[in-house]
Structures are given as structure tokens and as C-alpha cells.
């Protein structure tokens, strides 16, 4: 059980540096602080040593901590974004217009194939009779 959780604790390690990939190393980091606490305990009972236990555990709570840190700025930083009038307006405008050119190529696609290259608009109409 030490291997194993020192092996899950520096695969945790790892991936919990990763920016947006942070929160796939929880699963395994979470298993391996288990697997490190009851080989602590199971060797501790035993009187053999429990050092791989030990170095499983830390690192597994290292790498839970920097995941539980990198969520945190993550979610100020949208916090703060989602708060800012200028990135509220900018994402609104551009929201309305992707849904405008979607409501048109929808509307266009169903009399037949539309293509729009910059500024360049081709429509080709569909046969009459085909669906």
C-alpha cells in the first residue's frame, strides 16, 4: 500500500501543477492519501517500518493542496472577470452576434447551401422537390 500511494502521490504531483488539468489528479491523490494513512496505520500496528506510507501521504496532500489552490484562483479570477462591466458588454456583443450569423446560416441552409468567406456570400439553391 506505501508503493502505491507514493506512486499515485508523485502521478498526483504532477498533473496537479498542470493549469485546468489540476482537478483530474484529485481522484487518484484522494486514493493514495487513503492508501498512505492505512499503510501507516497497518505497519505502525505491525511495528515495520512506515516511511513509504509516510512519503505517500505528504505527497498526496501536497499535490491535494495545490489542486484546492489552483481552484481557488480560478474561480477569483472568473469571479472577477464575470464582474468586470467592459468583459460583460464585450461578451454580450459578441454572444448576439455569433447568434445572429447562426439564426441567418439556419435560415439560409434551408433553401440550400450558403458559404460565407470574408465578406463573400454564396448561396446555392437546393433543387426543388429535395428535403
Known amino acids: ?3 502505491a500511494a507514493l506512486i499515485l502521490g508523485i502521478v498526483g504531483l504532477v498533473i496537479a501543477w498542470i493549469p485546468f488539468c489540476g482537478i483530474l489528479a484529485l481522484i487518484p ?19 515495520e ?23 481557488i484562483v480560478f474561480a477569483v479570477q472568473t469571479a472577477s472577470l464575470m464582474s468586470d462591466p467592459e468583459f ?18 439556419a435560415d439560409q441552409d434551408q433553401n440550400g447551401i450558403f458559404v460565407s468567406t470574408e465578406g463573400v456570400e454564396v448561396q446555392v439553391q437546393a433543387p426543388a422537390g429535395r428535403d
Open 88 to 105: 460583460k458588454e464585450a461578451f454580450s456583443q459578441e454572444f448576439k452576434r455569433q447568434l445572429e450569423e447562426a439564426e441567418k446560416k
Open 1 to 3: 500500500m506505501g508503493i
Open 29 to 47: 491523490c484522494l486514493v493514495g492519501l487513503g492508501l498512505g494513512i492505512a499503510d501507516i496505520i497497518v505497519k505502525g500496528k505491525r511495528g
Open 49 to 71: 517500518p512506515k516511511g513509504m506510507g509516510i512519503a505517500g501521504t505528504v505527497l498526496n496532500a501536497v499535490a491535494l493542496l495545490i489542486v484546492i489552490l489552483w481552484s
